[in-house]
C-alpha cells in the first residue's frame, strides 16, 4: 500500500482524512474507485455479450454462483472496444451487485480528501454524470467512479448514451 | 434490533396454532357440537394467552382472553357454536393475526381498537341462545353457507415429517378429513354434509397439539439456508457437468465422475424435498375464503379438496397461493350460481367446487372446478368485440377454445356487474401472469351449463430445467424443453425450396400446415447482415407458447442439459427477450429464451387454425370416440403401422450395435436388453451388407405391456389418424388393419414379438452371442 504524497505538509486542516483508492486504466486516462465499494477483482475476464441489451451492458459473467452483469466502461466513455480480455471490478451499489469492465486494474493508492476537486464544469454533461470529481497527484490527476452512478439500473433509467 | 428467539418461536407457534383454530372453526360449522374441535380451539387461543402475559403483549392477551372466555363457554357446553358465535371467533382469528403481524414486522402490538370486538365477543357469552334458538335449523334455511369437504388424504401422516416445514400439523389436528360417499350427497336433504371423521385419519385423537414423535424428528430450518443450500447444489450440478465433460474421454475418470453424478443428484434430490411443502399449505386456507365468500353471495357451496399431500416446491406453493385465491373467487362469483339459479335449472342447489392437485409428469397440475353455469362463449365473443380485443371478422372467425383463451387477456370480464370479489377484469390476467412467471401453463375448459374447469401445470421446481442448447450468432442459448414440441433440419441446399415467404414473412410447411418461421439471429441482431439460409445449416425448434405456434430458426444445436436457472439483473430482464441465464457443462454462459416473448416479440399471433385444431383435440379427450394415431413406417418396401401411443422413441444406430442371442437379434442397452422384431428382414439385409460396411438402422421402440421391444424398419415416413375398417358384411371391425392416409394399412402386433428367454429358461439355452 503505497503511501502517497500530502501528510505532514500542509497541516492546514487538521481533519483531513485517508481515503484508499483502486486504480484503474483505460486507454490513457486513470480512474479510481474507493476500496470500501470494491467486492472482489476477477482478473482477466471475457464476458459472455448480450445481444439487444443496452450498449452500456459489457456483458455477463459468472461470479460466485451468480450471473453478473458488466458495466463496460470504454463503453461509457465512447472509447472502441477493446480486443481481449478485460479486468473486472465486482462493485456494490444499493441496486445489487455489477461488474464494471477496465482495460486494467493497477494499484491500491492513499489519497487524501484534501487533494479532491469536484468535477470541473469543462466537463460535458455525460462525463459529468459518470465522474465523481478527482483527486490531485503529484503528477497526474486521478478521476474517481462512484459505484451509485455507474449502476446499470441508474444507467438504463438514463437516457441511452 | 433483532427479534428475540422467544418471540420469533411464539410467532410461529401462535401463527400454526391459528392456522389449525381456522380450519377447525370452518368445520365446527358442520359439528358444532364437536367436543374435540372445540378443544383444538380453546388451547390455540389459551396457548396464546398464556404466552403472551408472559412476554407482556397486554394488547394480545386481552384480546385472547375475551376469547377464551367464549371457548370456555363453549367448551362447558354452556353456548352453541351457532352461526354469529363462529363469525366473532373468526374475527377474533383476524384481530389475533393482525396483532401478531404487527408484531411480526414493526415488534409492536400497534395501536388498535379491539373493544369493540371484545365487546361483541362478551355479547355472544351472555344471550346466545336467544339469537340463534335452533342453530342448525337456521343453517339449513340459510341460502348461504360452505361445507368442506376433503378426501381422505392417504399418506398425510408418512409424508409429513419429510416436509421441509416441520410444523407438525399432523399429530396436532386430524385433517379436515370428512369423507364423503358420493351417492350420499342427495340433493335436496342435505345441505351441509356432516360425517364422522373416519377413524384411520384420526389416529392421533386431537389431545396434545405440538407434542408427539413428529415433533422430535423434525427441525424448523430457516427458508433462506435452504435457498442457500438450493443455490450451492446448483453450483454443485454445474461443477458435475463440467467434471463429466472434461472426463469423459478418460476412462480413469469415469468411475469416478459417475459416482460423483450419482451423489449430486441424490443430493439435488434431497435438497429439493426439504425444500416440498403439501399443497394442503395453501388448500387449508380455501374454505374459510370459500365460507367467507359463500355468504356474503349467497351462494351455498361444498368445498372438496383432493390431493393434499402432493408436494411443491415452497417458492412456487408461494406464487400460486394468490392466482388459486384468484380462481376461487371467480368460481363462485361467476362459477357458481345462486341455489334458486341452480334449482331452477335442475342441479343441485349446494354447488361444487373441487380443488384437486396431482402430479402429472414433471409438473404438478392443480384444478379447480365447479359445476356452475360455464363461461357462456357468445357472451365472451361480445365482450371481446364491445372492449375492441378483436374486430367483429376476426371474432367470427375464432373457435370455441381460442374464445375462451381471451378472458385471460388483460381488462377481460363477463360479470354482468361489478361485484367487490371479482369482475373488475383484473383477474384472470393476474392468474396468467403469475403462473406463466413461474414456468407454468393455465388452461381453461368450459361448457355452458355444467362448469368450469381451469388448470394450472406448475413445474415442480423452479431452480432446474430440463433445456436444449441452441447456437446462434456464435452463442448459445438455452430454451426451455417444456415449450419445445419437434426440431427440424433443414441442410442448406434444401433451404430455398424448404423456407417459403409471403412478404417478407419467412414460413415453413410442418406436415401441410404453414408454420411461421422467426429466424433468431435476425431478432437478435437486426440491422446487421446474416447468412443467407442456403449458407448455413438450418435448424427449426417448433415452440408453442401461451398458444401460439411458430418455428425458432437456429443456426446450430447442441446437447440437451439440465440448466440451472440464475436470475438477471432488471437491466437485462427488461430486454424482455431472456427469462435468465445458466452456466453450461462447457463453463460457458448461455442465455435462456423465453418463447412467450420472442413469439409476441415477432408478431406470432394464435393461429385460429391451429386453435380449432386443439379444440378438436379437447372435444376428443372428453370420451368421443377418437381416430388412434399410427406411426407409418416402411418395412423392406411394404408400409406399415405403429400405434403411436406405444411408440417410446426412434433409434437410429449402427448395425454393429445390434447382438444376437441365438438367432435373436437384441439391442443392449446398459444392461438392458431390448427384443428386436425384425419382421421385415431389414437386420438380415443389414447384416450382409455389414461385411464391407456399417450400415445404420431405424428401430423403433415400443411398449408393449410393462416391456419394451423394438421393431426394425425401413423408414419412419409419418404420422397420421387411422380408421377402423370393417369386413364387408358382418361389419365386423377388422382387427389388425387400420385405414392410413386412404391405404389399407397392417398395424404392426406387438404382443407378437416373442418375449426373451427368461432367467430360467436362459440356463437351459446357451447363450451364443454372436456379433
Not at chain 1, 7 to 18: D, N, Q, S, Y
Not at chain 1, 129 to 156: C, N, T, W
Not at chain 2, 503 to 527: A, I, T
Amino acid at each position: 500500500m503505497s503511501q502517497v504524497q500530502s501528510e505532514g505538509k500542509r497541516p492546514k486542516k487538521a481533519k483531513a482524512t485517508l481515503v484508499e483508492m483502486c486504480s484503474v486504466r483505460l486507454g490513457q486516462g486513470m480512474f479510481a474507485v474507493p476500496i470500501k465499494h470494491i467486492l472482489e477483482i476477477v482478473g482477466s475476464a471475457r464476458p459472455q455479450p448480450v445481444p439487444l441489451a443496452p450498449s452500456f451492458v459489457g456483458g455477463l459473467v459468472h461470479y460466485r454462483g451468480d450471473v453478473l452483469t458488466t458495466v463496460s466502461m470504454r463503453q461509457l466513455l465512447g472509447m472502441p472496444p477493446r480486443e481481449g480480455p478485460q479486468d473486472i471490478l465486482v462493485l456494490e451499489s444499493a441496486g445489487g451487485c455489477f461488474g464494471l469492465l477496465v482495460d486494467s486494474v493497477c494499484e491500491v493508492l492513499t489519497v487524501s480528501s484534501e487533494d479532491y476537486e469536484p468535477n470541473p464544469s469543462i466537463l460535458d454533461e455525460r462525463r459529468r454524470a459518470l465522474f465523481a470529481g478527482a483527486y490531485k497527484l503529484k503528477d497526474s490527476l486521478l478521476i474517481m467512479l462512484d459505484p451509485e452512478r455507474l449502476d446499470p439500473m441508474r444507467l438504463g433509467e438514463a437516457p441511452a448514451a | 434490533m433483532a427479534m428475540d428467539e422467544l418471540t420469533r418461536e411464539f410467532l410461529i407457534e401462535s401463527q400454526e396454532g391459528l392456522d389449525r383454530m381456522e380450519r377447525c372453526l370452518t368445520e365446527l360449522e358442520e359439528r358444532p357440537k364437536d367436543a374435540d374441535l372445540i378443544g383444538e380451539i380453546f388451547r390455540a387461543v389459551h396457548t396464546i394467552k398464556g404466552t403472551t402475559g408472559f412476554l407482556g403483549f397486554t394488547r394480545l392477551e386481552k384480546l385472547a382472553h375475551s376469547g377464551e372466555n367464549l371457548l370456555g363457554m363453549l367448551r362447558e357446553g354452556k353456548v352453541v357454536a351457532d352461526r354469529p358465535i363462529i363469525t366473532g371467533l373468526l374475527e377474533l382469528l383476524d384481530g389475533l393475526r393482525s396483532i401478531l403481524k404487527s408484531i411480526e414486522t414493526v415488534e409492536s402490538e400497534g395501536e388498535g381498537a379491539d373493544a369493540g370486538l371484545i365487546g361483541r365477543l362478551e355479547e355472544l357469552q351472555k344471550s346466545p341462545q336467544a339469537k340463534a334458538p335452533e342453530p342448525s335449523e337456521t343453517r339449513k334455511l340459510a341460502v348461504a353457507g360452505a361445507t368442506v369437504v376433503a378426501k381422505p388424504r392417504r399418506g398425510a401422516k408418512a409424508s409429513a415429517p419429510a416436509a421441509a416445514r416441520p410444523s407438525p400439523r399432523i399429530p396436532a389436528t386430524p385433517p379436515p378429513a370428512t369423507q364423503t360417499e358420493e351417492p350420499a350427497v342427495a340433493p335436496a336433504s342435505a345441505p351441509t354434509l356432516v360425517s364422522a371423521p373416519e377413524p384411520e385419519h384420526t389416529i392421533v385423537p386431537s389431545k396434545s397439539p405440538g407434542c408427539g414423535t413428529a415433533v422430535e424428528s423434525t427441525l424448523r430450518v430457516d427458508v433462506t439456508l435452504l435457498n442457500r443450500m438450493m443455490n450451492l447444489v446448483g453450483e454443485l450440478v454445474l461443477t458435475r457437468n463440467q467434471v463429466l465433460q472434461a472426463t469423459a474421454a478418460d476412462p480413469n475418470m469415469t468411475l469416478l465422475s459417475r459416482r460423483l453424478d450419482m451423489v449430486t443428484a441424490d443430493l439435488r434430490e434431497s435438497v429439493m424435498k426439504a425444500r416440498m411443502q403439501p399443497v394442503s399449505n395453501i388448500f387449508s386456507k380455501m374454505p374459510r375464503i370459500v365460507r367467507d365468500l359463500s355468504q356474503s353471495l349467497g351462494r351455498r357451496v361444498r368445498l372438496q379438496l383432493v390431493g393434499q399431500d402432493t408436494e411443491l416446491d415452497k417458492s412456487l406453493l408461494e406464487a400460486i397461493k394468490d392466482p388459486l385465491t384468484h380462481a376461487v373467487r371467480n368460481s363462485l362469483d361467476h362459477g357458481i350460481e345462486p341455489p334458486e339459479v341452480r334449482e331452477a335449472a335442475g342441479k343441485d342447489p349446494e354447488g361444487t367446487l373441487q380443488l384437486r392437485a396431482s402430479h402429472e409428469g414433471s409438473h404438478v397440475v392443480i384444478e379447480v372446478s365447479d359445476d356452475g353455469a360455464g363461461i357462456a362463449v357468445e357472451k365472451v365473443r361480445q365482450k371481446a368485440i364491445e372492449r375492441g380485443v378483436i374486430t367483429p371478422e376476426r371474432a367470427a372467425h375464432l373457435a370455441e377454445r381460442e374464445l375462451l383463451q381471451l378472458i385471460f387477456l388483460p381488462g377481460f370480464s363477463t360479470a354482468a356487474a361489478v361485484t367487490n370479489v371479482s369482475g373488475r377484469g383484473v383477474g384472470m390476467d393476474v392468474v396468467r401472469t403469475n403462473v406463466e412467471r413461474i414456468g407454468g401453463k393455465v388452461e381453461i375448459d368450459s361448457r355452458p351449463g355444467k362448469g368450469t374447469t381451469l388448470r394450472l401445470r406448475i413445474p415442480l421446481t423452479l431452480a432446474i430445467i430440463p433445456a436444449l442448447i441452441v447456437r446462434t450468432v456464435q452463442q448459445s442459448f438455452a430454451l426451455p424443453q417444456g415449450a419445445l414440441s419437434e426440431l427440424v433440419h433443414i441442410p442448406p441446399e434444401q433451404a430455398a425450396k424448404a423456407i417459403e415467404w409471403i412478404e417478407g414473412s419467412p414460413l415453413y410447411r410442418l406436415r401441410g400446415k404453414l408454420l411461421p418461421l422467426v429466424f433468431l439471429d435476425r431478432l437478435l441482431m437486426p440491422g446487421i447482415e446474416h447468412r443467407a439460409t442456403t449458407e448455413r445449416d438450418n435448424f427449426i425448434a417448433v415452440l408453442n407458447a401461451d398458444g401460439r405456434q411458430f418455428g425458432l430458426v437456429v443456426d446450430g444445436l447442441a446437447d440437451p442439459e439440465e440448466i440451472v436457472v440464475k436470475p438477471l439483473s432488471a437491466v437485462l430482464k427488461s430486454i424482455g427477450l431472456y427469462s435468465g441465464a445458466t452456466v453450461l457443462g462447457n463453463a460457458d454462459l448461455a442465455l435462456i429464451l423465453d418463447p412467450g416473448a420472442i413469439a409476441l416479440r415477432a408478431g406470432v399471433t394464435m393461429s385460429a387454425e391451429n386453435e380449432a385444431e386443439h379444440a378438436e383435440e379437447g372435444e376428443t379427450d372428453a370420451g368421443l370416440p377418437v381416430n388412434p394415431e399410427y406411426l407409418l413406417v416402411e418395412m423392406a418396401g411394404r408400409q406399415a403401422a405403429v400405434p403411436l401411443k406405444d411408440v417410446l422413441r426412434i433409434e437410429q444406430l449402427p448395425f454393429s450395435r445390434i447382438e444376437y442371442i441365438g438367432y435373436r437379434p437384441v439391442l443392449n442397452f446398459e444392461g438392458q436388453l431390448l427384443p428386436i422384431e425384425d419382421a421385415g428382414g431389414i437386420l438380415t439385409a443389414a447384416q450382409g451388407e455389414s461385411l464391407s460396411s456399417d450400415p445404420n438402422v431405424v428401430v423403433v421402440v415400443c411398449r408393449e405391456g410393462s416391456r419394451q421391444v423394438g421393431i426394425a424398419v425401413s423408414h419412419v415416413l409419418d404420422v397420421a389418424a387411422g380408421s377402423d375398417l370393417f369386413e364387408a358384411g358382418s361389419s365386423q371391425r377388422a382387427g389388425g388393419v387400420t385405414l392410413l392416409k386412404q391405404r389399407v394399412t397392417g398395424v404392426v402386433d406387438l404382443g407378437g414379438v416373442e418375449p426373451l428367454p427368461m432367467v430360467e429358461l436362459a440356463a437351459e439355452e446357451a447363450v451364443e452371442a454372436v456379433r
